[in-house]
């Protein structure tokens, strides 16, 4: 029995997001994970003569909503394991968020 012909194709929303961060929750259907970006707002800080860099902030914008079924969570899991191997074979450890905070407080005199 052959396998039928499989065509990808992008979506007409198609597009490419920088994900700073991901939360949600667990579901009876799986999980529900929301994806932001974050950007730098800058306005205030071009209105101000001399510039005030302090007067920057952040924008956290919500790009999407993934549901995602159990077993895909589980694809999802062993996927990602493999590419962070990879990732960290070519391009170094990656820290955990636990390590860079302690970095930042070490730094900070904390």
């Known amino acids: 029995?052959?396998?039928?012909?499989?065509?990808?194709?992008y979506s007409d929303q198609f597009r490419r997001i920088l994900a700073s961060g991901f939360f949600g929750r667990v579901q009876p259907f799986g999980l529900e994970a929301i994806v932001y970006s974050t950007q730098s707002v800058v306005d205030k800080v071009l209105s101000t003569e001399p510039l005030s860099p302090n007067r920057a902030s952040i924008k956290?914008?919500?790009?999407?909503?993934l549901l995602i079924d159990p077993m895909q969570m589980k694809s999802l899991?062993?996927?990602l394991e493999t590419k962070?191997?990879?990732y960290e074979k070519i391009f170094?450890?990656?820290?955990?968020?636990?390590e860079v905070d302690s970095r930042a407080r070490r730094q900070d005199g904390q």
């Open 92 to 98: 170094g450890t990656i820290p955990s968020p636990e």
């Open 60 to 65: 956290r914008i919500v790009e999407c909503e």
């Open 77 to 79: 899991h062993k996927w």
């Open 1 to 9: 029995m052959s396998l039928p012909e499989i065509q990808g194709t």
């Open 84 to 86: 962070i191997k990879e």
